[in-house]
């Protein structure tokens, strides 16, 4: 999990999840995690009827090539923000 702070309030929050067993990173691939993201984004979908901008945040999935990951990810809007 990573927070972002942006003139002390918080701007983005990103994580990932997996089953214990998917924790080793020793085998870890780009396929496997682009398919991660798919898997990510129908959840959001699923828990809150659609994915992308909200009124108050966006919430959406992808890759992240730093961490070489899947992750999930909402972006808070600050004031102003559209």
């Not at 067993?21 to 699923?46: F, M, N, Q, T």
Request: charged share 35%.
């Amino acid at each position: 999990m990573s927070l972002v702070l942006l003139e002390g309030r918080l701007s983005e929050i990103s994580f990932d999840y997996r089953p214990e067993g998917e924790c080793d990173w020793s085998s870890c691939s780009r396929e496997p995690e682009l398919a991660r993201v798919h898997e990510y984004k129908s959840e959001i979908v699923r828990q809150l009827g659609t994915r992308g901008r909200f009124r108050w945040r966006i919430a959406d999935a992808g890759y992240d090539e730093k961490a070489a990951s899947a992750v999930l990810f909402v972006k808070y809007l600050l004031d102003g923000e559209t």
